[in-house]
């Protein structure tokens, strides 16, 4: 399969966000690499790839991060942590060892928080899914000039680089589910990424100014319930059993100190969330 038949993380989501029709890199090369939020575009197809009913390639690779070393096997929010630090930063990577030619991405490897499209990056869920002596075969080489001076030492962590996706079988998921490529979503030329779908630095605002008044509240739902007069569409989850969910799945991924805080002074917290 030549690259012409291939589609990268990277352009996928660039497709996804800008409504464009799915093309592979070589006819619609997108250089940029800035930090894209589309965390929501991207979960459906995501989750088509953890099913396997997309083939992904990737080159198999140890990366080594700019991040203190994980004494213990890192939790996901670590790795989520990691993740919003490795898209946001072009220097993160420090060093790099992959295999030569791409091999498929076995399904159990896929998961959201693993997956760093910016770079074309997914981390393996499990690196235990994996021969061992494969992985000690890759030589990591430094890919920055001066190593930063720090008193912690840097992790090393299994991942797939140069991750691309069957051309025919996203744009085949595209077609069966009415995404042409994606509900119009806002995007800012002047920077890369989506609009955000809420004023978030005002809720957080808003919550952290009941949190230090001593506010406390009976469940998500009350939290909820009290950011209404603040929402673009107070309607829009009517009906949802969850409806705080996109309030939970922004502060974890951008402000997860205060996500904590709330759960604190929530009386019944969702172990789930």
Not at 37 to 45: G, I, K, R, S, T
Not at 52 to 59: C, F, K, L, Q, V
Not at 250 to 256: A, D, F, P, T
Request: overall charge negative; glycine content about 4%; hydrophobic content about 35%.
């Amino acid at each position: 399969m030549s690259e012409f038949d291939r589609i990268s993380i990277l352009n996928a989501a660039r497709c996804l966000l800008e409504d464009r029709k799915f093309k592979n890199d070589v006819v619609l090369p997108l250089a940029s690499r800035e930090y894209i939020e589309a965390v929501d575009a991207l979960n459906p197809l995501l989750l088509v790839i953890s099913r396997g009913e997309i083939n992904a390639r990737g080159r198999f690779a140890r990366v080594r991060v700019d991040h203190p070393i994980f004494y213990e096997e890192p939790n996901s929010s670590q790795l989520r942590r990691l993740s919003l630090k490795l898209r946001q930063s072009d220097q993160i990577i420090l060093g790099n060892g992959a295999e030569l030619e791409p091999s498929d991405i076995p399904n159990v490897s896929w998961w959201l928080e693993g997956v760093v499209w910016e770079k074309s990056i997914l981390w393996v869920s499990n690196p235990e899914h994996f021969d061992e002596e494969r992985r000690r075969r890759l030589k990591v080489e430094q890919t920055v000039e001066t190593v930063p001076e720090r008193p912690d030492e840097f992790e090393e962590l299994t991942c797939f680089v140069d991750v691309t996706l069957s051309l025919d079988d996203v744009m085949r998921w595209a077609k069966s589910h009415g995404v042409n490529n994606s509900p119009k979503v806002g995007h800012n030329k002047g920077k890369a990424g989506a609009k955000p779908s809420e004023d978030w630095p005002k809720i957080e605002k808003f919550l952290m100014d009941e949190i230090e008044t001593g506010t406390t509240w009976k469940s998500w739902n009350d939290v909820w319930f009290k950011l209404q007069g603040l929402l673009k569409d107070p309607e829009a989850s009517n009906g949802s059993a969850q409806p705080y969910q996109k309030l939970t799945r922004h502060l974890k991924v951008h402000n997860s100190d205060l996500l904590e805080m709330l759960k604190q002074r929530i009386e019944t917290v969702k172990t789930t969330l």
